[in-house]
């Protein structure tokens, strides 16, 4: 069998996200539905915000024109938030209170805790003013015919207030990826079975990425688990194809004898097996089966996440109709050297100490997961490279994944 090279990590990022179309139509749906939705337009602002100049304290509004230093003015009227005000008479104030709209002809508001009452009734300046002070303009927060929020954009709990506040009560989201989780291996037994036989593992992987589908905004539509026979890994994919956008796998996709995944696309789809330069990870699979776009990860728990993070994520929100966002990175000084350099783009498990070093924890294999709940991130270490303590490298909090 001919060895095909490694594909660099950032190539294969980078192929992935171009080969990742929409899969989905558009639905509209009512905003308080929209959580965690994905925008299928752009969203123009219809009106602006604030829609009036307004107040940002409670005081007094006034002319700064006709401010002078212990000229007491008289107050004309009260204008408390949600009033339709009066235009200003000349050479008097109002009683303001934040939010409420300025009356034509003010265009400054002084906060109470600046102006005393004499014995008149009638309110003295204590300090000098500015044009302009505490007024939120019209249009401050959003201007009408601006551009507010992106196709593509995964709705969050902001960005419903700011559709709110537009007077946008229905939007046009792309319909939910109907996404396939397929597990496999002999080996391993659902997480229900009360006692282990001699040879099982409990089935970590499928709870594990439904969880990772849940957090990208997305279900698992369907979830079943295929024993190593290519008979039933064919039933499992072709069953899932059936009722799926979009199939996930973990295992059976590297070149063994009982990694009948592989077998099964080849045989009835197509695919590019990736062997990536990425560690953990590796044997990665980007194709698709029965006519169904298929993403196979590798079995080991710790490659499994590692490659949904950088892989599969990418996948499914290009897939979904999502904007693919790079996740955040902080540069840090990692806590350790290391002479030896390697041939794959490396991803350690590291907590961050109180000086921001990166300290990796001590079991990195691709098989423990522990680490990575123990742990803050990665520290993404570039292929070929060795680890200096003088150098900085990139780290990724899971949280931006």
């Not at 040879?199 to 369907?222: C, D, E, R, T, V």
């Not at 990870?281 to 196979?296: A, D, N, Q, R, S």
């Not at 990692?334 to 000086?355: N, T």
Request: net charge neutral; glycine share 8%; with cysteine.
């Amino acid at each position: 069998m001919s060895h095909s090279p490694m594909m660099p990590f950032k190539d294969a990022l980078n192929a992935i996200e171009k080969a990742s179309s929409c899969l989905v139509k558009q639905e509209y749906i009512k905003l308080h539905h929209a959580l965690n939705r994905i925008l299928a337009t752009d969203i123009i602002a219809g009106i602006n915000i604030p829609p009036a100049d307004n107040s940002a304290m409670d005081g007094y509004a006034l002319n700064a024109k006709e401010w002078q230093a212990n000229q007491p003015l008289e107050i004309s009227q009260r204008i408390p938030a949600g009033i339709s005000p009066q235009a200003l008479k000349p050479n008097t104030c109002v009683r303001i209170f934040t939010g409420a709209i300025l009356p034509e002809g003010a265009d400054t508001v002084v906060m109470q805790e600046n102006t005393s009452i004499d014995s008149a009734g009638r309110v003295v300046f204590n300090h000098p003013l500015s044009q302009g002070d505490n007024v939120r303009p019209t249009g401050q927060d959003v201007k009408i015919g601006q551009q507010v929020l992106t196709k593509g954009t995964r709705l969050t709990p902001q960005h419903i207030g700011m559709l709110a506040s537009l007077g946008i009560h229905q939007v046009t989201c792309f319909e939910k990826l109907k996404i396939g989780v397929l597990t496999t291996g002999d080996e391993l037994t659902a997480v229900e079975t009360p006692f282990l036989k001699s040879g099982q593992i409990y089935n970590s992987n499928g709870p594990m990425l439904i969880s990772l589908i849940q957090n990208l905004g997305h279900s698992a539509h369907s979830c079943l688990h295929a024993n190593d026979n290519p008979e039933e890994t064919k039933n499992a994919l072709r069953t899932l194809s059936a009722e799926c956008d979009l199939i996930l796998s973990s295992g059976g996709v590297s070149v063994g004898e009982e990694d009948h995944v592989k077998e099964v696309i080849e045989k009835n789809g197509a695919m590019d097996l990736w062997k990536v330069a990425i560690k953990p990870g590796k044997p990665l699979v980007f194709g698709h089966v029965f006519e169904t776009p298929f993403i196979g990860l590798p079995g080991n728990p710790s490659s499994s996440l590692v490659t949904f993070h950088w892989f599969a994520r990418v996948a499914i929100t290009a897939h979904a109709g999502g904007r693919v966002k790079h996740p955040q990175k902080y540069k840090v000084y990692p806590s350790f050297s290391r002479k030896k350099a390697i041939g794959r783009d490396e991803f350690l498990r590291v907590s961050l100490s109180e000086d921001n070093k990166a300290e990796p924890h001590p079991q990195q294999s691709s098989g423990a997961l522990f680490a990575s709940c123990v742990s803050d991130g990665y520290l993404h270490i570039p292929a070929n490279q060795s680890i200096d303590q003088s150098q900085l490298f990139d780290f990724y909090p899971f949280s931006s994944f």
